[in-house]
């Protein structure tokens, strides 16, 4: 483990940064309180710390101040070195942030000792923060596929129209059905279906761009906003999101199937005055048009191709965007 | 010697803390032989200018340096120097100064006696 010295005593310096490497520590040792707080606040700074209380510019219990004050980082655990005994000494040391002291000359047993009741309470940390990242992993994603849940889509959909009004860039949604997926249900049973839509997912993830938001809208439909994505680019990339899976046969436990999906996509900068569920419901439209008219092909809302008036969709057969 | 007495050089409790690494000890030392004489100066020109702020901060870093070495005699007459530049005592601090300077020139010459071969 990363530990950090800041002493401006050159003997205890030494003194430290050997019995530390010695007991294992990756030891990073600095003269003064400034070079101390500059690493502690580092996002990949070292956790654990000993500081020795009197030092030039900034000393010890300044240094925990200036780490405390740092809210968006790994808790850092300090212990202060001191050749100061008083109880208030110690008080003020601790009001200023320090997790612990120790009086020099160190005894490197109690200085061993010491650095593993910190790194206990650095691993404790750290769980909590896994277990925090593990219940807000699925407070926001889908159990099945792990894509961002309906929740969580719907709120980046707001969002993102708010973002394409205010600075009139285009914006595409895309909503697909996968086709058929009763008929895989019920042929194959449920977990093949699951197999099925956890693949599909994987597919939309893989074809969109880092920013560009997938999630699971209902059962075997996914939800997918395209940010920044022009009127011209908008069919090629549907089209693109559509053959991910349509291409390859998906593997599954009861052998390759050939899935398809349908698209409603809806692409404008000009949103007008309608409610995120006014467009859904456009884009929801030219989803079941396409159904309508085969599947395995994406259907246009009118708002994007010509103005906001007119919502009748437009569908396009799949091999006339190849 | 009195066993009361605090030795000029303690190097058993220095081999002990060190885990007896002879070569760290002889690192320390010179260390301390390349840093000490300017802090020594500086304590100096501190008590002939009577400035007690910078004679405690100046022999609060010796006291340090010399617990650390086990030099328990030096410690404690720098020890009496931080406190009578805390309490602004300037009368007495150029005594416990010479006490200081011949006990640090033992200590230097203590510390050549048994620096360990590598």
């Given at each position: 483990m990363k530990i950090l010295i800041a002493d401006d005593d050159p003997i205890s310096r030494r003194l430290l940064e050997k019995t530390l490497q010695v007991a294992g520590y990756?030891?990073?040792?600095?003269?003064?309180?400034?070079?101390?707080?500059?690493?502690?606040?580092?996002?990949?700074?070292?956790?654990?710390?000993?500081?020795?209380?009197?030092?030039?510019?900034?000393?010890?219990?300044?240094?925990?101040?200036?780490?405390?004050?740092?809210?968006?980082?790994?808790?850092?655990?300090?212990?202060?070195?001191?050749s100061k005994g008083l109880k208030t000494d110690i008080v003020t040391g601790l009001g200023s942030g320090a997790d612990d002291y120790l009086t020099k000359p160190f005894d490197s047993g109690e200085l061993k000792a010491r650095l593993r009741t910190g790194q206990r309470i650095l691993h404790l940390e750290g769980r909590l923060v896994e277990a925090r990242e593990n219940m807000r992993f699925k407070a926001t994603h889908d159990s099945l596929t792990s894509l961002f849940n309906r929740g969580v889509i719907m709120e980046l959909l707001g969002r993102e129209i708010s973002r394409s009004r205010r600075e009139r860039a285009p914006t595409a949604i895309l909503l697909c059905d996968v086709d058929h997926f009763k008929n895989i249900n019920d042929t194959h049973g449920h977990l093949i279906g699951d197999e099925v839509l956890q693949e599909a997912a994987r597919?939309?993830?893989l074809s969109v761009r880092s920013y560009d938001y997938v999630g699971r809208y209902g059962g075997e439909e996914f939800l997918i906003i395209?940010?920044?994505?022009?009127?011209?680019?908008?069919?090629?990339?549907?089209?693109?999101?559509?053959?991910?899976?349509?291409?390859?046969?998906?593997?599954?436990?009861?052998?390759?199937l050939l899935v398809t999906m349908s698209m409603g996509v809806h692409q404008t900068q000009n949103w007008g005055v309608r409610t995120v569920e006014e467009l859904l419901h456009e884009v929801d439209s030219a989803m079941y048009a396409a159904k309508s008219a085969g599947r395995n092909r994406i259907s246009f809302t009118k708002a994007d191709i010509s103005s906001d008036a007119d919502h009748q969709p437009s569908t396009v057969p799949a091999r006339s965007l190849r | 010697m009195n066993v009361a007495t605090p030795s000029v050089l303690n190097i058993k409790e220095l081999l002990s803390r060190v885990d007896n690494d002879h070569e760290l000890v002889n690192e320390l030392f010179f260390i301390f032989k390349s840093v000490f004489p300017s802090h020594l100066q500086r304590l100096s020109d501190a008590v002939a200018n009577e400035l007690p702020k910078q004679v405690e901060a100046e022999s609060h870093t010796l006291k340090g340096m010399l617990l650390n070495l086990s030099a328990a005699r030096a410690a404690a007459l720098a020890a009496d120097l931080e406190n009578l530049g805390r309490q602004g005592e300037i009368a007495g601090m150029s005594d416990v100064l010479t006490g200081f300077q011949s006990e640090a020139q033992t200590l230097l010459l203590q510390m050549e006696s048994v620096e360990f071969q590598s």
């Amino acid at each position: 483990m990363k530990i950090l010295i800041a002493d401006d005593d050159p003997i205890s310096r030494r003194l430290l940064e050997k019995t530390l490497q010695v007991a294992g520590y990756d030891v990073l040792a600095v003269p003064n309180g400034l070079a101390a707080a500059e690493q502690l606040c580092k996002q990949d700074g070292p956790r654990l710390a000993l500081l020795d209380w009197e030092m030039p510019e900034l000393d010890g219990p300044a240094v925990c101040r200036e780490v405390r004050k740092k809210k968006d980082q790994g808790y850092v655990y300090m212990i202060l070195l001191t050749s100061k005994g008083l109880k208030t000494d110690i008080v003020t040391g601790l009001g200023s942030g320090a997790d612990d002291y120790l009086t020099k000359p160190f005894d490197s047993g109690e200085l061993k000792a010491r650095l593993r009741t910190g790194q206990r309470i650095l691993h404790l940390e750290g769980r909590l923060v896994e277990a925090r990242e593990n219940m807000r992993f699925k407070a926001t994603h889908d159990s099945l596929t792990s894509l961002f849940n309906r929740g969580v889509i719907m709120e980046l959909l707001g969002r993102e129209i708010s973002r394409s009004r205010r600075e009139r860039a285009p914006t595409a949604i895309l909503l697909c059905d996968v086709d058929h997926f009763k008929n895989i249900n019920d042929t194959h049973g449920h977990l093949i279906g699951d197999e099925v839509l956890q693949e599909a997912a994987r597919r939309l993830l893989l074809s969109v761009r880092s920013y560009d938001y997938v999630g699971r809208y209902g059962g075997e439909e996914f939800l997918i906003i395209l940010n920044n994505c022009d009127p011209v680019s908008a069919p090629r990339r549907a089209e693109e999101i559509r053959r991910s899976l349509s291409d390859t046969p998906v593997q599954t436990g009861a052998g390759p199937l050939l899935v398809t999906m349908s698209m409603g996509v809806h692409q404008t900068q000009n949103w007008g005055v309608r409610t995120v569920e006014e467009l859904l419901h456009e884009v929801d439209s030219a989803m079941y048009a396409a159904k309508s008219a085969g599947r395995n092909r994406i259907s246009f809302t009118k708002a994007d191709i010509s103005s906001d008036a007119d919502h009748q969709p437009s569908t396009v057969p799949a091999r006339s965007l190849r | 010697m009195n066993v009361a007495t605090p030795s000029v050089l303690n190097i058993k409790e220095l081999l002990s803390r060190v885990d007896n690494d002879h070569e760290l000890v002889n690192e320390l030392f010179f260390i301390f032989k390349s840093v000490f004489p300017s802090h020594l100066q500086r304590l100096s020109d501190a008590v002939a200018n009577e400035l007690p702020k910078q004679v405690e901060a100046e022999s609060h870093t010796l006291k340090g340096m010399l617990l650390n070495l086990s030099a328990a005699r030096a410690a404690a007459l720098a020890a009496d120097l931080e406190n009578l530049g805390r309490q602004g005592e300037i009368a007495g601090m150029s005594d416990v100064l010479t006490g200081f300077q011949s006990e640090a020139q033992t200590l230097l010459l203590q510390m050549e006696s048994v620096e360990f071969q590598s």
